[in-house]
C-alpha cells in the first residue's frame, strides 16, 4: 500500500524523519506533486510552477512528442567489452531508431575490441538468427551494419585517459561542434549515460513521455539507474525506483545514501542532486551546461559540480518514476580493465588543480582566496549560470558547501520541495551562451538585468565605456592596500578553517589503505603492485592541501592530443621557493641552517665521544 494518491517517497530512519520533521515513524512520506508550486501554501498568490514549453520555445515544432527532433546520445566508454552491446541493445530496443544519433568517447588499446566494429558483428548475427527485418531483427538483409553512419566514434588511447570528467568533456566538445555545424538543435533530446547499459522496449518513446509529465522546459531527468536484473521488473510491485538527495564529503562532494521512491505518478523534483549514470533533457541543457574537462583524475565532485551548475543556469533535476534504462553493474564492474583509468598521464599537479578548481567553483575551502579571481573563474565557460545564485544552490540543496558539511540544518532535502523560480534569459531557453576561445571568458556582455552577474556599474547605461577590469585601477592606493591586509587576514582564517574541516575526509586514508592492501599482496604472492597514478596523485594533492603548499598550474597540463582549448584561465601563479622570498627572510633562513649544521656536528661529535668512552668501561 503507498501512502498518499501521489506515490510515497523513503526518507531514512525513523530518527532522521523526527529531525526533518516528520512524525510517520516508518520512514516514509506521500508524495505531494502540488508542494512543488505552492511549497504548502493555499492561497493561488503563492503558487509559482516551472517553466512549460512555449510555443516560442519550440523553433517551429509541436510542443510536445518527438516529431522533427533527434535524440542524442553521449557514451564514454573505457576499454569497455560491453560497449557494442550498449549499442545493440539501444538500437534494436527503440521505437524510433532511425532518429537516433550516438556519440562513443572511446578509450582503447590497441589489443581492446572496437565499440562499433563489434556492433556491426553481433547485428550479423542476429540478422543471421533471425533472417532479417527491421532494426529488431538485425536489419534488413544486405545492410552490412544497421545504422553505422548514426554512430560517431571519438577514438584516443586508453593511455591518454584522464577519468570520467575528461572523457565527457570531449563529447561536449563534440556535441558544440555539431551544434556550430547546425547538426544538433537545442530542441532536440539529449541523453548521457555509460557504455554498458540495457533497456526496455520502446525506452526511446518512453523517456520522452516520462519527461513531459515534469510539465518543464527546464527539466533534466537523472538518478542512479537501477541495475539490468530488474529489466521488466516492477520492483517490489510498487515501481520502485532510486531517488538521489543526499551527499558526504570526500576529497569534493560525493551523492551518496541513495534514497528511494514508490508507485510515484510523475517525475519527482529533487533538491538539484544529479547523477552521470543517466541524464536525459532537451539539448539545450547539455549545450548551456557542458562536462567541465579541466579536472583530470576527478572521480568525487564532478556530479555535484554539474548539479550546481545546472541549477544556477535555471535548470531542474528530477527522479525518473519509471525504469526505461539500466545498467550492469557485475559486469561493468567486475572487469578490471574499465576502472584503470586511474593510471592515465596526469601528475598530481594536475589533480591539485583540479581540486582547487572544483573547490573555487563552489566556494567550498581549499580554493582561490582571491573574491575577484574567484569570480572570473565562476563566469567563464565551464562556471555557474547566471539565472540562480549559489546562495539559493546551498538553501535548496540543503548543502553547506562553505563548511563541508553533508547538510546545513541536520535535515536532508529528500522529501517534497517547492520549485526555486527564476528570472528566464530574455534570449529565450533555446540562447546557448558564447566565450572566447582562448581566455573562456563570456562573449555576451554586458549581462541583462534579469542576471544574477548584473551590475549597473559595467552593465547599466553607458555599459562598454568602463571594463571590468579598469575600476580596480582607479581604486584609492591606500584603500586598496587596506583591502588587500583584510583579505590577507581574512585568508589566514580561511585555510586555518579549511585545515580542521579537512579532518572530516576520509579519502587520503582510503588511498592510504588501499596503498597498504595493495602492498601486502604483492609481498605475499612475490611481486610488487603499483598504486594507481589517480590513488597516488588524490593522496599527494590532498598531502599538499595539509601542507598548506599552494600549487596553480594551468589548468590543464599535458592534455592528449591537444583535444583541449588553448590559453585557459590562469587564476593565479604564486611563486615557491626561498629565491623568491625577501632578502631578510633569505639571511634569516641561511643563518638558521648553519645553526642547524653546527648543532649536528656538535651533537654527532659528542656521541662519538660517549660511545668511545663506554668502550674503555
Known amino acids: 500500500?503507498?501512502?498518499?494518491?501521489?506515490?510515497?517517497?523513503?526518507?531514512?530512519?525513523?530518527?532522521?524523519?523526527?529531525?526533518?520533521?516528520?512524525?510517520?515513524?516508518?520512514?516514509?512520506i506521500a508524495y505531494d506533486p502540488e508542494f512543488e508550486c505552492t511549497g504548502g501554501s493555499s492561497d493561488?498568490?503563492?503558487?509559482?510552477?516551472?517553466?512549460?514549453?512555449?510555443?516560442?520555445?519550440?523553433?517551429?515544432?509541436?510542443?510536445?512528442?518527438?516529431?522533427?527532433?533527434?535524440?542524442?546520445?553521449?557514451?564514454?566508454?573505457?576499454?569497455?567489452?560491453?560497449?557494442?552491446?550498449?549499442?545493440?541493445?539501444?538500437?534494436?530496443?527503440?521505437?524510433?531508431?532511425?532518429?537516433?544519433?550516438?556519440?562513443?568517447?572511446?578509450q582503447n588499446m590497441d589489443d581492446d575490441d572496437d565499440c562499433l566494429e563489434?556492433?556491426?558483428?553481433?547485428?550479423?548475427?542476429?540478422?543471421?538468427?533471425?533472417?532479417?527485418?527491421?532494426?529488431?531483427?538485425?536489419?534488413?538483409?544486405?545492410?552490412?551494419?544497421?545504422?553505422?553512419?548514426?554512430?560517431?566514434?571519438?577514438?584516443?588511447?586508453?593511455?591518454?585517459?584522464?577519468?570520467p570528467t575528461y572523457?565527457?568533456?570531449?563529447?561536449?566538445?563534440?556535441?558544440?561542434?555539431?551544434?556550430?555545424?547546425?547538426?544538433?538543435?537545442?530542441?532536440?533530446?539529449?541523453?548521457?549515460?555509460?557504455?554498458?547499459?540495457?533497456?526496455?522496449?520502446?525506452?526511446?518513446?518512453?523517456?520522452?513521455?516520462?519527461?513531459?509529465?515534469?510539465?518543464?522546459?527546464?527539466?533534466?531527468?537523472?538518478?542512479?539507474?537501477?541495475?539490468?536484473?530488474?529489466?521488466?521488473?516492477?520492483?517490489?510491485?510498487?515501481?520502485?525506483?532510486?531517488?538521489?538527495?543526499?551527499?558526504?564529503?570526500?576529497?569534493?562532494?560525493?551523492?551518496?545514501?541513495?534514497?528511494?521512491?514508490?508507485?510515484?505518478?510523475?517525475?519527482?523534483?529533487?533538491n538539484a542532486v544529479w547523477g552521470a549514470g543517466l541524464s536525459f533533457s532537451k539539448c539545450h541543457a547539455e549545450l548551456k551546461v557542458p562536462v567541465d574537462?579541466?579536472?583530470?583524475?576527478?572521480?568525487?565532485?564532478?556530479?555535484?559540480?554539474?548539479?550546481?551548475?545546472?541549477?544556477?543556469?535555471?535548470?531542474?533535476?528530477?527522479?525518473?518514476?519509471?525504469?526505461?534504462?539500466?545498467?550492469?553493474?557485475?559486469?561493468?564492474?567486475?572487469?578490471?580493465?574499465?576502472?584503470?583509468?586511474?593510471?592515465?598521464?596526469?601528475?598530481?599537479?594536475?589533480?591539485?588543480?583540479?581540486?582547487?578548481?572544483?573547490?573555487?567553483?563552489?566556494?567550498?575551502?581549499?580554493?582561490?582566496?582571491?573574491?575577484?579571481?574567484?569570480?572570473?573563474?565562476?563566469?567563464?565557460?565551464?562556471?555557474?549560470?547566471?539565472?540562480r545564485t549559489l546562495d539559493q544552490l546551498i538553501e535548496f540543496s540543503g548543502v553547506d558547501l562553505r563548511h563541508k558539511k553533508a547538510t546545513i540544518d541536520g535535515k536532508n532535502r529528500c522529501g517534497n520541495l517547492q520549485w526555486v523560480p527564476f528570472m528566464e534569459h530574455p534570449k529565450g531557453v533555446n540562447f546557448i551562451p558564447t566565450f572566447d576561445d582562448t581566455t573562456e571568458e563570456p562573449l555576451d556582455l554586458p549581462y541583462d538585468k534579469s542576471s544574477v552577474w548584473y551590475d549597473p556599474h559595467f552593465d547599466g547605461a553607458g555599459a562598454g565605456i568602463i571594463s571590468r577590469g579598469m575600476i580596480v585601477d582607479e581604486k584609492d592606493p591606500k584603500a586598496e592596500e587596506l583591502r588587500h591586509a583584510e583579505e590577507k587576514t581574512a585568508h589566514a582564517a580561511f585555510k586555518e578553517e579549511a585545515k580542521q574541516l579537512a579532518g572530516n575526509s576520509h579519502h587520503a586514508d582510503e588511498h592510504k589503505r588501499l596503498a597498504a592492501a595493495l602492498e601486502e599482496e604483492g609481498a605475499e604472492s612475490g611481486r610488487k603492485e603499483v598504486v594507481s597514478s589517480a590513488a597516488a596523485a588524490a593522496l599527494k594533492a590532498e598531502q599538499m592541501n595539509e601542507e598548506g603548499v599552494v600549487v596553480f598550474p594551468p589548468l590543464l597540463r599535458g592534455s592528449p592530443q591537444s583535444a583541449l582549448t588553448k590559453g585557459k584561465l590562469f587564476l593565479s601563479q604564486k611563486k615557491h621557493g626561498i629565491e623568491h622570498l625577501p632578502i631578510q627572510i633569505k639571511i634569516a633562513v641561511v643563518i638558521l641552517i648553519f645553526g642547524l649544521i653546527a648543532a649536528l656536528i656538535t651533537s654527532g661529535s659528542g656521541r662519538g665521544r660517549r660511545k668511545k668512552n663506554s668502550k674503555k668501561r
Open 1 to 28: 500500500m503507498t501512502l498518499g494518491n501521489y506515490g510515497e517517497i523513503f526518507m531514512g530512519n525513523p530518527t532522521n524523519l523526527k529531525r526533518a520533521g516528520y512524525d510517520d515513524p516508518g520512514g516514509n
Open 44 to 106: 493561488p498568490n503563492d503558487k509559482q510552477c516551472p517553466f512549460e514549453t512555449k510555443e516560442s520555445d519550440v523553433m517551429g515544432l509541436e510542443r510536445t512528442g518527438r516529431d522533427g527532433r533527434i535524440m542524442h546520445l553521449n557514451m564514454p566508454s573505457f576499454r569497455d567489452p560491453l560497449c557494442p552491446r550498449t549499442l545493440k541493445y539501444l538500437f534494436t530496443k527503440a521505437k524510433r531508431p532511425n532518429d537516433i544519433r550516438v556519440r562513443v568517447l572511446q
Open 118 to 163: 563489434t556492433y556491426c558483428k553481433m547485428m550479423a548475427q542476429l540478422r543471421e538468427e533471425t533472417g532479417g527485418g527491421d532494426t529488431s531483427k538485425g536489419g534488413p538483409a544486405g545492410d552490412a551494419c544497421p545504422h553505422r553512419d548514426q554512430i560517431f566514434v571519438h577514438a584516443i588511447s586508453a593511455k591518454d585517459a584522464a577519468g
Open 167 to 270: 572523457a565527457r568533456g570531449l563529447i561536449g566538445q563534440d556535441m558544440h561542434a555539431a551544434y556550430v555545424n547546425n547538426e544538433i538543435s537545442p530542441q532536440d533530446f539529449c541523453m548521457s549515460t555509460d557504455s554498458h547499459m540495457d533497456f526496455e522496449p520502446e525506452w526511446d518513446e518512453k523517456m520522452v513521455n516520462m519527461w513531459e509529465q515534469t510539465k518543464n522546459e527546464y527539466a533534466v531527468l537523472s538518478t542512479y539507474v537501477a541495475s539490468i536484473e530488474q529489466l521488466g521488473v516492477n520492483l517490489n510491485g510498487v515501481h520502485e525506483v532510486p531517488h538521489l538527495c543526499m551527499v558526504t564529503f570526500t576529497s569534493q562532494v560525493r551523492t551518496t545514501a541513495t534514497k528511494c521512491a514508490r508507485n510515484l505518478v510523475k517525475p519527482k523534483l529533487t
Open 293 to 387: 574537462p579541466h579536472t583530470p583524475g576527478i572521480f568525487d565532485g564532478e556530479e555535484f559540480n554539474r548539479a550546481a551548475r545546472f541549477f544556477t543556469y535555471g535548470y531542474d533535476v528530477y527522479t525518473p518514476n519509471r525504469v526505461f534504462v539500466l545498467h550492469d553493474y557485475h559486469g561493468s564492474q567486475h572487469n578490471p580493465k574499465t576502472s584503470s583509468w586511474g593510471h592515465g598521464t596526469f601528475s598530481h599537479e594536475d589533480l591539485h588543480n583540479a581540486y582547487y578548481r572544483l573547490n573555487t567553483m563552489l566556494d567550498i575551502p581549499g580554493g582561490e582566496p582571491d573574491e575577484q579571481k574567484a569570480l572570473q573563474l565562476r563566469r567563464s565557460r565551464f562556471g555557474l549560470g547566471d539565472r
